[in-house]
């Protein structure tokens, strides 16, 4: 463990390094976020609720979906991995005790060490405006169920990127992979309207794919949209997903390490 360790130190002194990006992107989410304003509450107006939440309780979800996406969200990691097989960049884990998944791991958990810090920055200047419009429930239990429903959300996010930057193994190009992705994230993940807007039948469809747990569920514990059952029957399903997209990220591993070729020394 301790070389992953230093991977994660080596990846937070990287991410350090650029560190503008980081705060560029918390500028466009203030943005965003009265974009997200300025839409629901003409979708608001004239109207006390909407699918039984108030304007409060919806400018909260998104205000905690983007915070989330800070601490969990794979923003470039698919494309940092497409890089390292194109380049012959791999190479090199391939001649060393090092675990691939393991080391973009601790990279990526650096990264959202970095990156969330930025978030909450970003929180604290945006929430003088916004104060009088967030509806946090108080319950204990949500704030002690968000922590391993954040924890899995990051492990599904990330083994997802790792599958499409894999696909580099087979395809000279992946971005098409990964826009088509990310708008099925950003759709089915609940980062476009709250979930639970959608008809029940669908909702109860879309509840089972991993999608659904990248950004709503947790979002939805920490918001209260979804009460403790809900909840706990969640973290069982998230948990089944993370460990499967592991399991298939490693799959694609070695699937792909049969077509790859190393030429050189």
């Not at 560190?19 to 466009?28: A, E, H, L, M």
């Not at 090199?92 to 005790?97: A, D, M, T, V």
């Not at 970095?114 to 509806?135: H, K």
């Amino acid at each position: 463990m301790t070389k992953y360790f230093q991977s994660f130190l080596v990846g937070l002194q990287s991410n350090l390094v650029y560190r503008w990006n980081f705060g560029v992107r918390s500028i466009f989410w203030c943005f965003h976020l009265v974009v997200v304003y300025i839409l629901w509450g003409a979708a608001f107006a004239g109207n006390p609720t909407i699918g039984g939440f108030t304007f409060a309780q919806t400018l909260t979800y998104f205000v905690v979906v983007f915070v989330l996406q800070f601490f969990i969200g794979a923003f470039n990691e698919d494309y940092q991995i497409s890089e390292d097989i194109r380049n012959g960049l791999i190479n090199q884990f391939l001649l060393k005790p090092i675990n691939y998944f393991a080391y973009r791991l601790s990279v990526f958990a650096a990264a959202r060490v970095v990156s969330g810090a930025f978030g909450i920055m970003a929180l604290l200047v945006a929430l003088p405006f916004f104060r009088g419009y967030l509806d946090l429930p108080h319950e204990a239990w949500r704030f002690v169920l968000v922590v391993p429903a954040m924890a899995l959300t990051a492990i599904i996010q990330f083994s997802i990127a790792y599958f499409f930057g894999l696909l580099a193994f087979w395809f000279l190009d992946i971005q098409g992979f990964v826009i088509l992705s990310m708008a099925i994230e950003n759709l089915l993940g609940g980062q476009i309207f709250p979930l639970d807007l959608v008809p029940h039948a669908v909702f109860n469809v879309v509840r089972f794919l991993p999608f659904f747990y990248q950004a709503y569920f947790p979002a939805s514990i920490i918001t209260g949209r979804q009460g403790y059952d809900f909840a706990v029957q969640g973290l069982m399903i998230q948990a089944f997903w993370a460990f499967a997209l592991v399991c298939l990220a490693e799959f694609m591993w070695r699937r792909g390490l049969r077509h790859h070729t190393a030429a050189g020394g």
